[in-house]
């Protein structure tokens, strides 16, 4: 599949599907605050399986002064449908970069073009 536009938040990405149905979701225009974070194109946020109807790999959450920390997303999906929502339970962490909790996490990507 070629690559397609997606917004996210204040952020716009490529979501690239591959061969093994792959997916990728990379950071085309990341937000200001992400850049502060590190943050720039072409940046995966999520590396991910579908199988046509399901998605489920691991998200990145970045913070300049903790790095980078995965965690766990899936979600029911249809790329033809133009938008794809992700879940899960996202590491929140204090000031000395130790995961304190875990909240529910949802994104939303909706196809630009």
């Given at each position: 599949m070629a690559q397609q536009i997606w917004k996210g938040g204040d952020s716009t990405f490529q979501i690239n599907q591959g061969y093994g149905?792959?997916?990728?979701?990379?950071?085309?225009?990341?937000?200001?605050?992400?850049?502060?974070?590190?943050?720039?194109?072409?940046?995966?946020?999520?590396?991910?399986?579908?199988?046509?109807?399901?998605?489920?790999?691991?998200?990145?959450?970045?913070?300049?002064?903790?790095?980078?920390?995965?965690?766990?997303?899936?979600?029911?999906?249809?790329?033809?449908?133009?938008?794809?929502?992700?879940?899960?339970?996202?590491?929140?962490?204090?000031?000395?970069?130790?995961?304190?909790?875990?909240?529910?996490?949802?994104?939303?990507?909706?196809?630009?073009?």
């Amino acid at each position: 599949m070629a690559q397609q536009i997606w917004k996210g938040g204040d952020s716009t990405f490529q979501i690239n599907q591959g061969y093994g149905q792959n997916i990728e979701i990379a950071f085309e225009e990341p937000r200001v605050g992400l850049i502060n974070e590190g943050v720039a194109r072409e940046t995966i946020l999520v590396a991910a399986q579908g199988d046509g109807k399901k998605i489920s790999g691991t998200s990145r959450l970045f913070r300049r002064d903790c790095g980078v920390i995965e965690y766990d997303v899936s979600s029911l999906y249809d790329i033809a449908q133009g938008v794809i929502y992700l879940g899960g339970k996202m590491p929140v962490r204090n000031k000395q970069c130790q995961i304190e909790k875990y909240q529910d996490a949802i994104m939303m990507f909706s196809a630009v073009q």
